[in-house]
């Protein structure tokens, strides 16, 4: 067993040590990371840390600038990415971070860091124990921000 970490050049924070980081607090799990430019190559990297390196899961770390253009591209990465997983059969997990998302740059790194370590555990959790999101499937979970916890009757 074995978890891909793709990260990027972009990003303004280091992803990728983070994810490594959080995976090591929690796991014994091996990994294989790999590093491209921007979030448009972070399929291809999925791809190649799937078939590959062997890997049975991959988390893509992106970082998503603020101008339109960005948005696009960001439109353009999560369609590869469901393509990716259709054609291998593996779980992708997109973890993205907008850099509109928040107010002010402090936020943005607390939103990210929370992102990317709450995104290893659900990767983890998908490989090895999926029961548990089962358990919190409708309880307004969310990665980066408090959860929302879900609608009462």
């Not at 860091?113 to 090895?128: C, M």
Request: glycine fraction near 8%.
């Amino acid at each position: 067993m074995k978890i891909g970490i793709a990260d990027t050049t972009f990003s303004r924070i280091n992803m990728g040590k983070i994810a490594i980081d959080e995976l090591r607090k929690i796991s014994s799990i091996p990994y294989e990371r790999y590093t491209v430019p921007g979030i448009k190559d972070l399929p291809i990297a999925a791809k190649k840390l799937l078939e590959e390196k062997g890997c049975d899961i991959v988390i893509t770390l992106g970082w998503v600038g603020g101008t339109q253009k960005d948005m696009l591209s960001y439109i353009v990465l999560s369609m590869g990415l469901v393509i990716v997983q259709l054609m291998t059969n593996k779980h992708v997990i997109d973890v993205t971070i907008h850099e509109d998302e928040a107010e002010d740059e402090k936020t943005l790194m607390m939103v990210a860091e929370n992102r990317v370590r709450e995104h290893v555990r659900n990767a983890v959790d998908l490989l090895v124990n999926p029961k548990r999101l089962q358990k919190l499937a409708g309880t307004g979970q969310r990665q980066g921000y408090p959860d929302v916890g879900p609608i009462l009757k």
